[in-house]
């Protein structure tokens, strides 16, 4: 008899619109049983091909059924630092889930009755971190001087910590921010990344040694060469922090922010918290979010928040310029921001901010679309229609529209090599740049931005560079 997909216990979308609290709850014991009982264990498991990291997805559900979950949890640990950050935050529905077995052939994303696989990983992920069970440590045997620097503190440098600790090398994180996890805390909002997880495990990783250095930027405090001279070796995760915009009229007004300002000061300064927190933000009665990644979806559901734990009448409206299909966010947090209450206007194009004689944004001007032929993305491509201008109230519009990689450091670096998108090249199965002992991975290299492929980036660096320094 066919089993049912197991839900996942939510918090209600009218309560958990009015604060920060965790979304979505997660599997118990029993409910985590009933979904791992549901994989038919292929001979031939097509789910890890899905996996960026190549976790072996099939073992560890088996050791669920078996109800060991401290094997689950190692089986993971082989091969994925973090489960319970990457099964909060992974696009399953187009990794793991996708590959799985149980979805159709062709499908665009995975289907309902596709293994919940990453429901399932969080719950292992938790119970190793409820348990404490640490991985051991492999250390050479010879004694190890060297010490290796990584600068960021987002997912790719905290893994590339992680990866040199359990071989027992030392590094050095530096941070530009005041506390670390990169776009981990910066970007992603508690109700998705809560941050007693994103504590625990940075915890872990000093436990470990890994010494973290705060408010140091590096480019300017120090140079690369400068730290090449101190240490065997470098890593580069600087993320990709500069925010693109739209190159329209208006874009200058006051209350027009780039989602990277919104969600930092959110998330990172506590603006929701004002006056308790140092940092304001004008909430908005009409609030437009403009673009159709996480990001967008991420902004639109803080503000969203925002309004209602002010007290506003609910109006945020996220535009993008395409239809939901080619939405490149996650499909379960596009189908959250709808039951909370956000508005979609699909297929239209921003033409235009107005703004009254204060210089405050008043007025969002768009063109509606209609799809035409595809583009080098493979989706199809957006074409305004002449003459279909239309105007919206709209006092807090956030451009949500993509992020560049930080100049601050490469530009006073000329030896590093970069494409033309300012994204550092570097050989992808060391992930070693064009400078001999500098490494690098996550945003800063290009590629898709999630958690997981900055990870798989960091582990082949890790790997590169633990042979580096144990054969200087
Ligand atoms: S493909 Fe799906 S059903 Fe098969 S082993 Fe993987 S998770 Fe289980």
């Given at each position: 008899?066919?089993?049912?997909?197991?839900?996942?216990k939510?918090l209600?979308?009218?309560?958990r619109a009015?604060n920060?609290?965790?979304?979505?709850?997660?599997?118990?014991e029993?409910?985590?049983?009933a979904?791992a009982?549901?994989?038919?264990?292929?001979?031939?498991?097509?789910c890890?091909?899905?996996?960026?990291v190549?976790?072996?997805?099939k073992?560890?559900?088996?050791h669920?059924?078996?109800?060991?979950?401290?094997?689950?949890?190692?089986?993971i640990?082989?091969?994925?630092?973090?489960?319970?950050?990457?099964?909060?935050?992974?696009?399953?529905?187009?990794q793991?889930?996708?590959?799985?077995?149980?979805?159709?052939?062709g499908?665009?994303?995975a289907?309902?009755?596709?293994?919940?696989i990453?429901?399932?990983?969080r719950?292992?992920?938790?119970?190793?971190?409820?348990?404490?069970?640490?991985v051991p440590?492999s250390?050479?045997?010879?004694p190890?001087?060297s010490?290796?620097?990584?600068v960021?503190s987002?997912?790719?440098?905290?893994?590339?910590?992680?990866?040199?600790?359990?071989?027992?090398?030392?590094s050095?994180?530096?941070e530009?921010?005041?506390k670390?996890g990169?776009v981990?805390?910066y970007?992603?909002?508690?109700?998705?990344?809560?941050?007693?997880?994103?504590?625990?495990?940075?915890?872990?990783?000093?436990?470990?040694?890994?010494?973290?250095v705060?408010?140091?930027?590096?480019?300017?405090?120090?140079s690369?060469?400068?730290?090449?001279?101190?240490f065997?070796?470098?890593?580069?995760?600087?993320?990709?922090?500069?925010?693109?915009?739209?190159?329209?009229?208006?874009e200058n007004?006051?209350?027009?922010?780039?989602?990277?300002e919104?969600l930092?000061?959110v998330n990172?300064?506590?603006a929701?918290?004002f006056?308790?927190?140092?940092t304001?933000?004008?909430?908005?009665?009409?609030?437009g979010?403009?673009?159709g990644?996480?990001?967008?979806?991420?902004a639109?559901?803080?503000?969203?928040?925002?309004q209602?734990?002010?007290?506003?009448d609910?109006?945020?409206?996220l535009?993008?310029?395409?239809?939901?299909?080619?939405?490149?966010?996650?499909?379960?947090?596009?189908?959250?921001?709808?039951e909370?209450?956000?508005?979609?206007?699909?297929?239209?194009?921003?033409k235009?901010?107005t703004?009254?004689?204060?210089?405050?944004?008043?007025?969002?001007?768009?063109?509606?679309c209609?799809?035409?032929d595809?583009?080098s993305?493979?989706?199809?491509?957006?074409?305004?229609?002449?003459g279909?201008?239309?105007?919206?109230d709209?006092?807090v519009?956030?451009?949500?529209?993509?992020?560049?990689?930080?100049?601050?450091?490469?530009?006073?670096t000329?030896?590093?090599?970069l494409?033309?998108?300012g994204?550092?090249?570097?050989?992808?199965?060391?992930?070693?740049?064009?400078?001999?002992?500098?490494?690098?991975?996550?945003?800063?290299?290009g590629?898709?931005?999630?958690?997981?492929?900055a990870?798989?980036?960091?582990?082949?660096?890790?790997?590169?560079?633990i042979?580096?320094?144990?054969?200087?």
């Amino acid at each position: 008899m066919k089993k049912e997909p197991i839900k996942v216990k939510e918090l209600g979308a009218s309560v958990r619109a009015g604060n920060f609290e965790e979304v979505v709850l997660g599997y118990n014991e029993e409910s985590a049983l009933a979904e791992a009982s549901r994989c038919i264990q292929c001979k031939n498991p097509v789910c890890s091909t899905g996996c960026p990291v190549g976790v072996d997805i099939k073992k560890f559900i088996y050791h669920i059924t078996q109800k060991d979950y401290k094997s689950a949890y190692f089986t993971i640990r082989e091969k994925n630092n973090f489960p319970s950050i990457c099964g909060r935050v992974c696009p399953a529905e187009y990794q793991c889930r996708k590959t799985c077995i149980l979805t159709k052939k062709g499908e665009l994303f995975a289907s309902e009755n596709s293994i919940n696989i990453h429901f399932l990983e969080r719950f292992v992920g938790d119970y190793g971190m409820k348990n404490n069970l640490q991985v051991p440590q492999s250390r050479d045997d010879k004694p190890f001087q060297s010490k290796v620097a990584i600068v960021g503190s987002g997912p790719a440098g905290l893994c590339v910590a992680g990866e040199l600790a359990r071989r027992g090398i030392k590094s050095v994180i530096y941070e530009a921010l005041h506390k670390t996890g990169g776009v981990l805390r910066y970007g992603i909002p508690p109700f998705r990344m809560p941050r007693d997880i994103l504590d625990f495990e940075i915890n872990y990783l000093k436990n470990l040694g890994v010494e973290v250095v705060l408010n140091s930027i590096i480019g300017k405090v120090e140079s690369l060469e400068e730290l090449s001279n101190r240490f065997s070796a470098v890593f580069l995760g600087l993320g990709a922090g500069v925010p693109s915009f739209l190159g329209i009229n208006g874009e200058n007004l006051c209350n027009v922010y780039s989602a990277n300002e919104f969600l930092t000061r959110v998330n990172l300064m506590g603006a929701y918290k004002f006056p308790k927190y140092h940092t304001p933000i004008n909430v908005g009665k009409h609030i437009g979010v403009i673009g159709g990644g996480n990001t967008a979806i991420d902004a639109a559901r803080v503000a969203l928040r925002l309004q209602k734990m002010n007290g506003i009448d609910l109006d945020t409206t996220l535009y993008y310029r395409r239809t939901e299909v080619e939405m490149p966010a996650r499909r379960l947090e596009i189908e959250h921001a709808r039951e909370e209450g956000v508005k979609f206007k699909f297929l239209v194009q921003p033409k235009e901010f107005t703004g009254d004689d204060k210089g405050n944004l008043q007025k969002f001007e768009c063109l509606e679309c209609r799809l035409g032929d595809p583009d080098s993305s493979g989706r199809r491509r957006p074409v305004p229609i002449e003459g279909s201008d239309f105007e919206s109230d709209c006092d807090v519009a956030v451009v949500a529209v993509g992020l560049n990689a930080n100049e601050i450091l490469t530009s006073v670096t000329p030896d590093l090599k970069l494409d033309k998108w300012g994204d550092v090249i570097v050989n992808k199965d060391t992930m070693e740049t064009s400078i001999k002992g500098v490494y690098a991975g996550g945003d800063i290299v290009g590629g898709e931005g999630t958690v997981i492929e900055a990870m798989s980036m960091a582990k082949r660096a890790a790997k590169a560079i633990i042979e580096y320094v144990l054969n200087q």
